[in-house]
């Protein structure tokens, strides 16, 4: 990974170094060691791979709860300020699950929780020149089930739809030089209603009497807004209102969507006196996501949703992928058909974000999963959580929240009220955080409080889904008499009605190698081509749904229900994959059953669309 994209794309500086690499490392079974100090250092490891995985050149599946890590280095960084006015950061993408950090020997940082970012300001350690020794404790108890930790097994071996551990540094590490006075975070929030969108900043360091911040926002070549504003204080909230083009055909042109990915790049300069201070680049998107009975909505019009699930797990890195890896997964799941992921149970790097937001995919953002309910696991979701909710809010591509999957970590949900009321406390938790996207509550069943009715049903015939899900009404119908693994769909007193969504379905598991599982077994790639068709044929007949997101992306350890080898080689034709998620006819198929009408888009998402118009209308005379 020598080549490293800057790992905080919407806030990005010259000045910084990634630290991915040899590192020196050391299992501490026991609990031995307390201070760098007494570390005995055998072996290397390759950051940021937890050494679980092949990458890492480790490659150690046991049970270990703490790691060491240790890397000298220079700073490679020119400066580019004066002496005194320059700070030096230390910056973590992700450590599992509680890290120590300490720099020539002083401890300069504390984090829990393995799936978000933390830093340490190294300002009196380092001068230009010196050498940085920078030790690393990682602590991650294999058996702690009280912690978000998803996927990952506490068992010896993968099992079921768990998998392998990831221990330990597993994101980008790298410094980053700024100066005293700085931008220390910032956050976009589209308002497409006022064409408009909202910047949020924090500073640090001293204010002086004519500190001004100058904003400069570009789409392509052509000039949106260039604002100055003199600052107070170090908290700034701003308006910037963009010239409205008026014709929906302009209007469009500007507007973010998976179809035309227009992103405005962002310039922000800290001045004072005329000298710039800092400068950051950065980018934002006009895009607005709502929901309504029937529909989710972007960008003020109906949207049928086509989401993937998709596990980020990698053979050889296992949660951690590069760059390139990132941007393929994304650039296959469009050619699939889809036009959304649903990330589960895993928090990604945000660089899939970047590439989501750049190459235009729709992304549902999902906690990790604790798997007992507790104090302590409830305290530490909603940390967790809401400091992810910090870093990612400003990603255009995320267009839903997830907090529980499948009542995962709240087991007893018709029977605990404290159950229920987490699952109520992590809904309205993140509306407050972020109210312009819709929260699914609990994806899957036994929904206590959700903006979309999340439906796992992994039948594998398709003339059962359009009887369960063909209408609104039959949607209302397997409320009360389709239970997905003996569970309730919804829990008595949840609010209704929201539109529904079948956000787990299919699972056809093809492999000519191991074996494996899935929800139905496949013998050819024809029968897997052949089936899929029909049942995603069968979904989008479901006038009763939104849209929906298939299981699953790629084979990932024992599950082998993906549409792509681990390795990312489709198990069949890719085109003709990608005609039966977007519910397209070839004009041969179009022959054959002209029921599926002649533009190439499904019949059915027209007629939604034609619905939705005629209500419209009839309001406007009523």
């Not at 030096?88 to 799936?115: I, K, M, P, S």
């Amino acid at each position: 990974m020598d080549h490293v994209p800057f790992p905080r794309p919407q806030l990005e500086r010259m000045h910084w170094q990634h630290l991915n690499g040899h590192w020196d490392f050391a299992y501490d079974d026991q609990q031995q060691w307390r201070t760098p100090q007494e570390v005995t250092f055998d072996r290397q490891i390759l950051v940021p791979y937890a050494p679980e995985s092949p990458a890492s050149g480790i490659h150690d599946t046991g049970f270990h709860s703490t790691l060491w890590y240790r890397r000298r280095v220079t700073p490679a960084l020119d400066p580019g300020l004066s002496g005194e006015r320059q700070r030096l950061y230390l910056h973590f993408g992700a450590v599992d699950y509680q890290a120590t950090v300490w720099v020539n020997g002083q401890q300069v940082a504390r984090h829990e929780g393995g799936h978000t970012p933390f830093s340490a300001d190294l300002s009196g350690l380092w001068t230009p020149g010196d050498t940085l020794d920078i030790v690393v404790r990682a602590v991650d108890d294999p058996f702690d089930l009280a912690k978000p930790r998803g996927k990952q097994t506490w068992k010896a071996e993968p099992h079921e739809i768990w998998y392998p551990r990831t221990t330990g540094i597993w994101q980008t590490v790298w410094l980053e030089l700024r100066p005293e006075t700085h931008l220390a975070a910032l956050t976009w929030t589209s308002n497409v209603e006022r064409w408009a969108v909202q910047l949020q900043t924090r500073l640090d360091g001293p204010l002086s009497d004519g500190l001004r911040l100058r904003v400069t926002l570009r789409a392509g070549e052509q000039l949106l807004a260039e604002d100055e504003y003199r600052l107070t204080h170090p908290e700034v909230t701003r308006t910037i209102t963009l010239r409205d083009p008026g014709i929906d055909a302009a209007r469009h042109e500007l507007m973010w969507s998976p179809e035309h990915p227009q992103l405005i790049d962002a310039v922000l300069e800290l001045l004072e006196g005329g000298q710039v201070l800092d400068r950051v680049q950065s980018y934002t998107a006009l895009r607005s996501v709502a929901v309504d009975q029937q529909h989710f909505i972007l960008n003020g019009r109906p949207y049928p949703l086509r989401l993937v699930l998709d596990q980020g797990y990698w053979p050889r890195g296992l949660m951690t992928a590069s760059s390139e890896e990132l941007r393929q997964d994304v650039e296959l799941t469009r050619r699939l058909g889809f036009n959304g992921a649903r990330k589960h149970q895993k928090i990604e790097d945000p660089l899939y974000l970047y590439w989501c937001d750049v190459l235009g995919l729709l992304v549902w953002e999902e906690l990790p999963s604790a798997y007992v309910f507790s104090t302590t696991s409830a305290q530490r979701l909603v940390r967790e959580w809401t400091e992810a909710i910090e870093r990612d809010r400003s990603h255009p591509c995320i267009v839903a929240w997830v907090p529980i999957n499948e009542s995962w970590g709240v087991p007893d949900l018709p029977l605990v009220p404290e159950q229920r009321e987490l699952v109520r406390t992590l809904y309205h938790l993140t509306r407050t955080l972020d109210p312009s996207r819709p929260v699914i509550g609990n994806d899957g069943w036994e929904q206590v409080v959700t903006d979309i009715l999340a439906i796992h049903d992994y039948t594998h015939l398709p003339e059962q889904l359009i009887e369960r899900y063909g209408t609104r009404e039959a949607v209302e119908r397997s409320l009360n008499h389709v239970r997905p693994h003996k569970r309730l769909l919804a829990l008595e007193g949840a609010a209704r009605p929201q539109p529904a969504m079948l956000t787990e379905f299919g699972g056809l598991a093809y492999t000519t190698e191991d074996p494996g599982w899935g929800y139905s077994r496949m013998t050819s790639a024809q029968e897997l081509q052949d089936s899929y068709t029909r049942l995603l044929t069968a979904v989008h007949r479901c006038d009763g749904l939104v849209g929906f997101c298939y299981t699953q992306l790629t084979d990932t350890y024992q599950e082998k229900n993906g549409l792509l080898y681990e390795d990312r080689t489709p198990k069949a034709d890719l085109q003709m994959l990608g005609r039966a998620t977007r519910g397209t006819r070839t004009p041969q198929e179009q022959e054959r059953d002209p029921g599926m009408g002649d533009s190439g888009y499904n019949f059915i998402w027209r007629r939604k669309l034609q619905q939705a118009a005629e209500r419209m209308q009839a309001m406007a005379e009523d």
